[in-house]
């Protein structure tokens, strides 16, 4: 078998290729968006919900020790409703999707469940 990691190489060269057209389509853009400080709280309350969750899955699934790898993010939730909560004053007043949006946001979601429930059956099977 060939020694060069050729899936690795891979792999970073469409990272490179996509930080590049995501550079040119910023520098396209006229105007600068506006901060949203409430996505940033929401995401920190996600991160701190989250990152316990998944610190302990070890230990709940297998009673093995918890992993510390997700601290990681548990201190970026941290980081994000330190960001969004001072800046209350700069969240905006709420839009509400109209309903075809939310029906094709629904649609999608229940598809990704569906397939994320359909590759874990798969793998609980083989294994």
Known sequence: ??????ILVSIVAGLVILALLMVVVIRRRKEPRRVDYRNYFVMGVIWLV????????????????????F????????AYVII???????WGKQV?????????????????????ALVALLFAIRF
């Open 1 to 6: 078998m060939n020694a060069f990691p050729w």
């Open 50 to 69: 989250f990152a316990p969750i998944m610190i302990l899955l070890p230990w709940i699934l297998h009673r093995e020790e918890p992993s510390l790898a």
């Open 71 to 78: 601290s990681f993010f548990f201190v970026m939730g941290i």
């Open 84 to 90: 969004g909560l001072p800046n209350r004053d700069k």
């Open 96 to 116: 509400e999707a109209p309903p075809a949006t939310r029906k094709k946001t629904m649609v999608v979601l229940g598809l990704a469940l569906l397939i994320g």
